[in-house]
C-alpha cells in the first residue's frame, strides 16, 4: 500500500489533482487509515497511471478517461467471469449479498470496504441502482417479516444513506439551474425515496437543499423566505395518512410563492390512485424514467423563474 505523497513522487500526479480526480469522479477508491489518510494499492496506481497517460498523452478529459476505465474493469470482468462459466450478474447479486450480510452482523467496516470496492468497480448508476437500492429494499423486507429487528433495520440503513449522502459533495453544480428544497413533512419517517430522487437531481447539476424525514414546515417556510432561487419544492411521503396535510402545506406554500412548482412522490401518492393534487408533477415513475422526466419537464421550470 501507498501513501498519496509516494503516489504524487511515483506518478507525478499533483496531490490537488489527484484528490480532485477522487472526489468529482470516483477515478479510484483509496482505503482510509483509522486516522483518515488514504493509501492506495497497486491496482490503483495502475489505473492512476493510466488515467494520466490518457488525459496527457491522448488529450482526452478526465472525465471521460474514468467512463472509459469503469468500462475496462468491467470488460475484463466479464471476461473473467464468461471464461469460468459464470454470469455478470451472479457478481452483482453477490456483491448485494456481501453487503447485506455484513451490514445485518454490524460489521461496519466490512460493508463500507465492500461498498468502496463496489463503486470503483461498478461505477455510480450500478452500485447504486443495481445493489444499494436493492439492499434497502431487503433491509426492510427483512424488517416487516421479523428476521431483522428494528436496530437492525435503523443502522443498516442509516449505513446506507450515510454512503449516499455523501454524493452531495461531488456532483457539481449549475448555476443557470433553480434550487430544489427537498423534505419529508412532520410525522413521514422514511426518507430513501426521497434521498435518491435528490440525489439524482444533484447528478444532473441541480442544488438541492436537503432537509430530510419529518421536517416541520415552520421550517420549511423560514428557509423559502431567506433562501434565494428556489424554484421547486420536492416533498416524499410514504404514509397515505399524511397525504391530506401534504395537499393542505402545498395549497398555503403556493399561495405565499406562487412563483413555486412543487414536486412530489413516494408510495403515499403511487397508492392513493389518480387523485387530483396540487403539485405541479406527480413523479411516480420509475428511477430509470426519472431522467426522461428531467430532460423534458425540469427544464421548462428553470425557463419559468
Not at 482510509?32 to 497497486?42: D, P, V
Not at 420549511?220 to 393542505?248: F, H, N, W
Request: proline share 4%; glycine share 6%; charged share 25%.
Amino acid at each position: 500500500m501507498y501513501s498519496i505523497k509516494q503516489v504524487v513522487e511515483m506518478l507525478d500526479i499533483p496531490s490537488v489533482t489527484l484528490r480532485a480526480w477522487e472526489n468529482r469522479y470516483q477515478a479510484v477508491v483509496p482505503e482510509r487509515t483509522e486516522s483518515g489518510y488514504r493509501l492506495y494499492s497497486q491496482e490503483n496506481i495502475e489505473d492512476l497511471r493510466w488515467l494520466k497517460e490518457q488525459t496527457e498523452k491522448q488529450g482526452i478529459s478526465i472525465s471521460h478517461a474514468v467512463r472509459m476505465l469503469k468500462m475496462r474493469k468491467q470488460k475484463h470482468l466479464d471476461e473473467r467471469l464468461n471464461a469460468s462459466g459464470g454470469d455478470p450478474r451472479d457478481a452483482i447479486d453477490k456483491m448485494k449479498q456481501q453487503i447485506y450480510t455484513a451490514l445485518h452482523e454490524i460489521q461496519g467496516e466490512r460493508a463500507d470496504a465492500l461498498i468502496d470496492f463496489g463503486f470503483s468497480l461498478y461505477g455510480y448508476e450500478a452500485m447504486v441502482y443495481q445493489v444499494l437500492v436493492p439492499v434497502l429494499v431487503k433491509v426492510g423486507d427483512a424488517w416487516e417479516e421479523g428476521t431483522a429487528t428494528v436496530a437492525q433495520e435503523h443502522y443498516m440503513t442509516h449505513m446506507i444513506s450515510n454512503r449516499l449522502s455523501q454524493f452531495f459533495h461531488v456532483f457539481p453544480v449549475y448555476a443557470h439551474l433553480p434550487k430544489v428544497l427537498a423534505f419529508c413533512p412532520a410525522g413521514e419517517h422514511h426518507q430513501i425515496g426521497l434521498l435518491l430522487f435528490s440525489l439524482f437531481l444533484r447528478k444532473n447539476g441541480v442544488e438541492v437543499i436537503y432537509l430530510g424525514a419529518n421536517t416541520p414546515e415552520e421550517g420549511v417556510m423560514d428557509l423559502l423566505e431567506k433562501q434565494g432561487r428556489i424554484g421547486a419544492v420536492c416533498l416524499s411521503v410514504t404514509d397515505e395518512e399524511l397525504v391530506p396535510y401534504c395537499e393542505d402545506l402545498l395549497k398555503r406554500l403556493g399561495s405565499l410563492h406562487p412563483e413555486l412548482q412543487f414536486i412530489v412522490g413516494g408510495k403515499a401518492y403511487e397508492t392513493a390512485g389518480p387523485q387530483a393534487t396540487r403539485a405541479t408533477y406527480k413523479l411516480d415513475e420509475p428511477p430509470e424514467q426519472w431522467q426522461a422526466w428531467f430532460d423534458r419537464e425540469f427544464a421548462g421550470i428553470q425557463h419559468r423563474i
